[in-house]
């Protein structure tokens, strides 16, 4: 797949790392190609850093993990998206996202042309995207979003970066139960003080 990588930080940075080992080209959507964070994910193999719309306009897929308050700014930066799936990674922090919405990824949708946008990669830290791998356990990630195609990719896409199975929570009206969900990993790994190296793993009996 060639996938665009809009927000090269640490959670596009792992997936980055993780897509292209296993044979994805990845095209890094910067503002200025001279001068990015994540300059080290060029030593990557099927990397290159490209202008944000030129990466865009390369890619069928593309992952914006920049921070929330950028969002529309950035999708609408993307150029035309029709035909393109979209997988929204980001999360409104502290009351820090797009003003009037109480997600991300609905912000995107209202101000792009693609209806594949789906949210998944931000239920967990860049740690676990890494290297999701606990004992003899691989962790789960999770999916929200109407397109079937987008959630069919993100399904993937996990899988290739090593969780051991993506579940969809549900359509669009799933968003923000999702940053929801980040929410409960950020309180129990910072603020009730597990720390970094938790992971949700659905069991089934």
Not at 17 to 37: E, M, P, S, Y
Not at 111 to 120: F, G, L, P, S, Y
Not at 123 to 137: I, S
Request: include cysteine.
């Amino acid at each position: 797949m060639n996938i665009a990588i809009i927000g090269t930080g640490n959670v596009g940075g792992a997936l980055a790392t993780a897509w292209a080992q296993k044979g994805h080209q990845i095209n890094l959507g910067v503002r200025d190609v001279l001068n990015f964070k994540g300059r080290e994910l060029l030593s990557n193999i099927n990397t290159q850093v490209l202008g944000i719309l030129e990466a865009a306009e390369k890619s069928d897929i593309i992952l914006i993990s920049t921070p929330a308050l950028t969002a529309i700014e950035v999708v609408k930066s993307l150029g035309d998206t029709s035909g393109k799936i979209i997988i929204d990674a980001m999360n409104i922090i502290m009351g820090k996202g797009p003003e009037g919405y109480n997600n991300t990824t609905d912000a995107l949708l209202d101000n792009t042309q693609t209806r594949d946008i789906v949210k998944c990669f931000n239920t967990t830290g860049f740690n676990n995207m890494q290297n999701p791998n606990y004992g003899n356990l691989n962790l789960d990630m999770f999916v929200a979003g109407d397109s079937i195609k987008g959630k069919e990719i993100a399904i993937q896409l996990a899988k290739d970066a090593g969780f051991a199975e993506c579940y969809s929570v549900g359509g669009n009206d799933k968003f923000q139960m999702l940053e929801q969900f980040a929410w409960f990993w950020i309180n129990l790994a910072m603020i009730q003080g597990q720390g970094r190296d938790i992971g949700f793993k659905l069991l089934k009996r």
